[in-house]
């Protein structure tokens, strides 16, 4: 891009938004600052021009999200091929496995869900299920693609160059204690998906929760996404995931290539 046409403004505009989420989801001008490299001071004219354009709505000190963003998502779920074209197959899966299952797709440090198949006959316990919903997994939850089974299966899948850059430039933080927070540590894990071509991810975002990924290919071989299953409070005798549906989840990944 020629740097005669980047605005920063509208970016900065962006990274304020950007800065909400399922485990921020009201931001002060601090907090904002400090999660967007911005000055206090800036980071509150933002969050003020942001309301007065009623995208976000505020009590006077914290700001949260309004329902006004919800029309670009509703856009993008619209219009995009890709939510569109593997929704159906996903409701399939998940009452075939009764588990829930997500599409993502990498973007920056984290995965973006762009669809989800949901159990509802699942019984969790009551507080894994809250833990669950807590972290959003819902149609444009953001998460972090290192502690993830769909981040780790779409970092595996990239060129070397591009990997470094993205090892060098993001924070590997620690969510359980599983958790890889050495960038060796994840080169290592990510070599072995990469062989294997799926990933097992256990408790390493979630305690109590497991993740079995596998990626999203068209017809050209091009990796487009990365589709999984989640197990919330499964015990310690309960079957291994990769044992009991990772064949499945191939061949639904495999029916999936000539819609995406």
Known sequence: MNKADWIEGMARGMAVLESFDTERQRLNATLTAQRTGLTRAAARRHLLTLAELNYLETDGQYFWLSAKVLGFAGSYLSSARLPRAVQ?????????????????????????????????????????????????????????????????????????????????????????????????????????????????ALEEHELGVDALAVPLRNERGDMVAALNLVRSGAGPNAPDLVTRWLALLQQTAQALRPLI
């Not at 989800?116 to 972090?144: E, F, N």
């Open 88 to 200: 159906p197959t996903l409701h399939q899966l998940s009452l075939a496995t009764q588990l829930s299952c997500s599409v993502a797709v990498l973007q920056n440090d984290a995965v973006i869900i762009v669809a989800r198949g949901i159990w509802q006959g699942c019984d969790l316990p009551a507080k894994t299920s809250h833990s669950v919903l807590a972290y959003g997994l819902h149609v444009g939850t953001r998460l972090p693609a290192h502690a993830t089974s769909t981040g780790q299966v779409l970092l595996a899948n990239l060129q070397a160059a591009p990997l470094k850059a993205w090892l060098e430039a993001n924070p590997l933080s620690r969510l359980t204690a599983r958790t890889a927070t050495q960038a060796k540590d994840l080169k290592q894990k990510l070599k072995q998906v990469a062989k294997q071509d799926y990933c097992l």
